[in-house]
């Protein structure tokens, strides 16, 4: 069996409370926040659902009707269900698993930039971490205090916003090694932009011009 993606194993947490037709899963999962974690793709909720079926991890459990719409098919969770999100909800609690962000991607391949390219994107870069870092701290606030919702079920939020200050925090660091030019690097980094070539003691180094995304000429500016 493949693993559970996020969106699945919430799928099956949500009817591991009751049964619910998809439509009801995601507005619940909205009316919670859970939006903010799990990426969701509304229109393919019932895709989702359909495929736990195949898999024996959820059934059909009736049919619901609201007013004059047509009737809905409502799922529960199978013992099966049960097994497999607790099994991988565990591991992803208990095992760091490496992860490939887009961010620290780029970071590996920033040299081709230069340095005065970069530092004009990580001054972007921490400007919008500082305002998402604002505004995710009124959504908390009012969590909290309007609809008094436990701080057990926001866990999650405290975890991204510490994850959040802590890259402004590394991101504000960074910025001012690049711009007092104390970064070890900076000053061959430098040449090989001003045209000085590919810098001679990055040569012998166990990586090679191309493959820092780099020619072995300047690049035009």
Partial sequence: MAKLSPLALA?????SERPMHPYEIGRLMR?????????????????VVQNLEKQGLVE???????????????YSVTGTGREAMDRRLSEIIELP?????????????????GPDR???????????????????REVYDHLISDLRLPRLFLI?????????????D??????????????????????FFGGGGFPEEWKDRPFAASELGLNEEAPEN
Avoid: C
């Fill in 118 to 136: 970069t530092v004009e994107l990580l001054e972007r870069r921490l400007a919008a971490l500082e305002r998402e870092l604002a505004e995710g």
């Fill in 156 to 168: 999650e939020v405290e975890y991204a916003a510490h994850q959040k200050r802590a890259e402004a």
């Fill in 31 to 47: 009316s919670r926040g859970k939006d903010q974690s799990i990426k969701i793709r509304y229109g393919s909720l019932y895709t």
């Fill in 11 to 15: 799928v099956l947490v949500m009817l």
């Fill in 97 to 113: 698993e490496k992860e490939y962000p887009a961010f620290e991607g780029a970071l590996s391949l920033v040299g081709v930039l």
């Fill in 60 to 74: 059909a459990d009736g049919t619901d009707r609201a007013g004059n719409r047509p009737e809905r098919t409502v």
């Fill in 170 to 191: 590394w991101v504000r660091g960074l910025l001012t090694e690049l711009k007092e030019e104390t970064i070890d690097g900076m000053s061959a980094w430098r040449s």
